[in-house]
């Protein structure tokens, strides 16, 4: 069978094959005893430094009390102290709390409803609740978070640290920290306040535009309130996903399961992932190029997972409720399979393994950005085949916010996912062009990198681009948070 054949067997085979249950991600922390003498890495296995992450202790909180007493003790102890959700999605090393002395507070039992109001339209939850969650426990009550990322297995803490978003302009926009109206976090205090203390903010403090999007460097938040396109540059190709709200007497039960969120027979994605190695290692490009072709071929003939009736697709408009439609994460929530399938990321198999390069950039100047891009690929026609096995560069709407580090102006976001090899010193096929689209993105677009992706480069300077980066920093030292007297 020639390489070629082999690489198109394989791209079907991961489209294809997909199984009834997975074995859900590993828990991202690791303790040689029971809840001490721990690491902790993110879902994909590796920090973009590939360091090791480690810390003395990690607690399990599973109320607001239990977060009190831990920020307390530690806070007397003087230990440093770092936020980690169940799943730690987050490629920078957001969580990890500076060594053996450290503490991990994990939100992973901080997963509860705690109020509905239907009539005022909100709802308050635990910061460790999915998003997944969250959008089924809204539907409930007739409510829906009108824009969310497309993954739904992150957790409501994470995405609002990191300023996660969807895409839109319209309304207060995509991202999900511009519908939180009330936030309860815990801090340390001084000893007259026992050493910790619970901030509650609300749309009357202007406070809650520091706490938004927080980096994890505030304190533990407890609670929350709540009241694309896909570009395949190579082929000059882009897929607009638009959704519109349809009348009330119009009905539909269309599920939206995203093909690559789903579980993976794990024997076909190290398939995948040795012929990808092969491709890379031997600089086959022309077949990378075949590859990407043939992937978003299969995709759009699937309807990249969306189904009319939650089991076949008849054809678009596909229509159905916003919490079938808006995110996915089916490979999160099935139950163990001993690793038969998982997750295509997962790293306990060898799986996808990837980098992500994410930005975004003024409406004002995006055009010239995409011109460059295409300037680029012009010159060197083969060098973002890559990207499309990764289904190309999607692009989402992001509107100006009023978080001090959430988005400072109505924007494009770029969201460019490849192949990464897990020796560092192998370096990519046109690892030359990719360094140079990130490079423009930031330095010449003055583009804002997502808080939870990227590698360093794209944080150099970035507190500049930010007009009230001050009144955070003010926050973040002067209210008592988790980077005061030197806890981070």
Same mark, same amino acid.
């Given at each position: 069978m020639?390489?070629?054949?082999?690489?198109?067997?394989s791209?079907?085979?991961?489209?294809?094959?997909?199984?009834a249950?997975?074995?859900?991600p590993?828990d991202?922390?690791?303790?040689?005893?029971k809840?001490s003498?721990?690491?902790?890495?993110?879902c994909?296995?590796m920090?973009?430094?590939r360091?090791? #992450?480690?810390?003395?202790?990690?607690a399990?909180?599973?109320?607001e009390?239990?977060?009190?007493?831990?920020?307390?003790?530690?806070?007397?102890a003087?230990?440093?102290?770092?936020?980690v959700?169940s799943?730690?999605?987050?490629?920078?090393?957001l969580?990890?709390?500076d060594?053996?002395?450290?503490l991990?507070?994990?939100?992973?039992?901080?997963?509860?409803?705690?109020?509905?109001?239907?009539?005022a339209?909100?709802?308050?939850?635990?910061?460790?609740?999915a998003?997944?969650q969250?959008?089924?426990?809204a539907?409930k009550a007739?409510?829906?978070?009108?824009?969310a990322?497309?993954? &739904?297995?992150?957790t409501?803490?994470?995405?609002?640290?990191?300023?996660?978003?969807?895409?839109?302009?319209?309304?207060?926009?995509?991202?999900?920290?511009?519908?939180v109206?009330?936030?309860?976090i815990?801090?340390?205090g001084g000893?007259?306040e026992?050493?910790a203390k619970? +901030?509650?903010?609300?749309?009357?403090?202007?406070?809650?535009?520091?706490?938004?999007?927080?980096?994890?460097?505030?304190?533990?938040?407890?609670q929350?309130?709540?009241a694309?396109?896909?570009?395949?540059p190579?082929?000059?190709q882009?897929?607009y996903?638009?959704?519109?709200r349809? &009348?009330?007497?119009v009905?539909?039960e269309?599920?939206y399961?995203?093909?690559?969120? +789903?579980?993976t027979?794990?024997?076909?994605?190290e398939?995948i992932?040795?012929?990808?190695?092969?491709?890379?290692?031997? *600089?086959l490009?022309?077949?990378?190029?075949?590859?990407?072709g043939?992937?978003?071929?299969?995709?759009?003939?699937?309807?990249y *997972?969306?189904?009319n009736?939650?089991?076949?697709f008849?054809?678009?408009?596909?229509?159905g409720y916003q919490?079938?439609?808006?995110s996915?994460?089916?490979?999160?929530?099935?139950?163990e399979?001993?690793?038969?399938?998982?997750?295509?990321?997962?790293?306990?198999?060898?799986?996808?393994?990837?980098?992500?390069?994410?930005?975004?950039?003024?409406?004002?100047?995006?055009?010239?950005?995409?011109?460059?891009?295409?300037?680029?690929?012009?010159?060197e026609?083969?060098?973002? #085949? *890559?990207?499309?096995l990764?289904?190309?560069?999607?692009?989402r709407?992001?509107?100006?916010?009023?978080?001090?580090?959430?988005?400072?102006?109505?924007?494009?976001d770029?969201?460019?996912?490849?192949?990464r090899?897990?020796?560092?010193?192998?370096p990519r096929?046109?690892?030359?062009?990719?360094?140079?689209?990130?490079?423009?993105?930031?330095?010449?677009y003055?583009?804002?990198?997502?808080?939870?992706?990227? +590698?360093n480069?794209?944080f150099?300077?970035?507190f500049?681009?930010?007009?009230?980066?001050?009144e955070?920093?003010?926050?973040?030292?002067?209210?008592g948070?988790?980077?005061?007297? *030197?806890?981070?």
């Open positions: 020639s390489s070629t054949r082999k690489l198109l067997r791209n079907f085979l991961l489209i294809l094959f997909i199984a249950s997975c074995s859900p590993d991202p922390v690791k303790c040689s005893t809840d003498d721990c690491t902790i890495t993110n994909y296995g920090f973009p430094d360091s090791t #992450c480690r810390a003395g202790n990690v399990y909180p599973g109320t009390e239990e977060i009190v007493s831990i920020v307390s003790a530690a806070t007397k003087g230990k440093k102290m770092k936020v959700t799943f730690a999605h987050s490629i920078p090393k969580a990890c709390p060594g053996v002395d450290g991990l507070i994990s939100t992973k039992y901080l997963n509860h409803v705690v109020n509905v109001d239907a009539a339209m909100t709802m308050t939850v635990e910061s460790g609740m998003l997944s969250l959008i089924e426990e539907a007739g409510l829906a978070l009108p824009y990322p497309y993954w &739904s297995g992150a409501i803490g994470g995405i609002l640290s990191t300023g996660s978003h969807g895409s839109s302009l319209w309304g207060k926009g995509s991202a999900v920290h511009d519908y109206i009330g936030m309860r815990v801090s340390p000893p007259d026992g050493y619970i +901030r509650i903010l609300n749309e009357s403090h202007e406070d809650l535009n520091a706490a938004k999007v927080s980096l994890g460097v505030l304190g533990v938040i407890s929350h309130e709540f694309d396109m896909s570009w395949y190579s082929q000059r882009v897929v996903r638009v959704d519109d349809v &009348s009330p007497d009905s539909g269309g599920l399961d995203f093909t690559g969120f +789903r579980d027979l794990s024997l076909v994605a398939s992932r040795t012929t990808e190695e092969t491709q890379e290692s031997n *600089g490009d022309e077949l990378k190029c075949v590859s990407a043939v992937t978003t071929t299969i995709l759009g003939a699937i309807a *997972g969306l189904t009736n939650g089991i076949i008849t054809g678009y408009p596909v229509i919490n079938r439609l808006q996915s994460s089916s490979c999160v929530n099935s139950p399979d001993g690793l038969i399938t998982a997750c295509p990321w997962d790293p306990r198999i060898k799986g996808e393994f990837f980098h992500q390069t994410t930005f975004k950039i003024s409406l004002s100047v995006v055009q010239s950005f995409i011109e460059d891009v295409q300037s680029l690929v012009a010159l026609p083969k060098s973002l #085949c *890559g990207l499309e990764y289904n190309g560069i999607l692009m709407y992001v509107k100006a916010s009023s978080a001090y580090l959430g988005s400072q102006e109505d924007a494009l770029f969201d460019i996912t490849y192949y090899s897990k020796d560092p010193l192998t096929l046109y690892e030359d062009i990719l360094e140079e689209i990130e490079q423009m993105a930031v330095f010449k003055g583009g804002l990198p997502h808080w939870g992706k990227n +590698r480069i794209a150099d300077g970035v500049k681009k930010y007009r009230n980066v001050t955070f920093l003010k926050f973040r030292v002067g209210k948070m988790l980077a005061a007297r *030197g806890i981070k």
